[in-house]
């Protein structure tokens, strides 16, 4: 069973997850945070600006989306 989030309990990254693509399910945003540090940017996600953050986050969602 996959756990759906409200508002409280994320972090900052997860939030933003999930207001840049629609996204609640908590194994989904913990995914696609994954993949925005391992494919999408190579790095931690502390240097990136909001924008940048939020363009991750989708492309992320398109990569997981096709695997």
């Given at each position: 069973?996959?756990?759906?989030?409200?508002?409280?309990?994320l972090?900052?990254?997860?939030?933003?997850?999930?207001?840049?693509?629609g996204?609640?399910?908590?194994?989904?945003?913990?995914?696609?945070?994954?993949?925005?540090?391992?494919?999408?940017?190579?790095?931690?996600?502390?240097?990136?600006?909001?924008?940048?953050?939020?363009?991750?986050?989708?492309?992320?969602?398109?990569?997981?989306?096709?695997?």
């Amino acid at each position: 069973m996959t756990a759906s989030v409200a508002s409280g309990g994320l972090s900052f990254y997860q939030a933003l997850i999930r207001g840049a693509t629609g996204v609640s399910d908590l194994e989904h945003i913990e995914r696609i945070e994954d993949t925005m540090r391992n494919v999408v940017f190579h790095s931690t996600l502390s240097w990136q600006t909001r924008e940048q953050l939020e363009q991750g986050a989708r492309e992320a969602l398109q990569i997981i989306t096709l695997v």
